[in-house]
């Protein structure tokens, strides 16, 4: 079951990749869409199979089209893999989603307004 939700997740994304939806350029941006995109594939609510899962869908689309790692149709490099790789399995990450996710009140309305500001940009 797994290694369908995995297929539905590489298709998704490299269309999105195709489309410009997703810079593969910027690592943080390619993590947060992948594991966005195993959460709707997947009917788990661990977070930590979904950063399983969207690890394994990292790896099989920066292989490319030969599927074999380290060779010249990489879409991504091994190494810049393996940096993903350990953003996936990291804490930080599994922390991040989770305040994110799910705010303690007192900090959910500030997230709005701290939203605000980004959009608009610093203050000069």
């Not at 997947?42 to 394994?56: F, P």
Request: glycine content about 4%.
């Amino acid at each position: 079951m797994q290694e369908i939700q995995v297929s539905k997740a590489i298709l998704f994304i490299q269309e999105a990749i195709l489309q410009k939806r997703i810079n593969i350029n910027d690592p943080i941006q390619f993590v947060k869409e992948a594991v966005n995109v195993v959460a709707t594939f997947t009917n788990s609510d661990s977070i930590d199979e979904q950063k399983q899962i969207a690890l394994k869908v990292i790896e099989k689309i920066a292989a490319g089209a030969d599927g074999i790692s380290g060779t010249a149709d990489d879409i991504i490099p091994v190494d810049v893999v393996q940096k993903l790789a350990a953003i996936v399995n990291s804490d930080l990450l599994t922390s991040l989603i989770n305040f994110v996710s799910h705010p303690p009140p007192e900090v959910a309305s500030c997230l709005a307004c701290v939203s605000k500001l980004f959009k608009k940009g610093a203050p000069q």
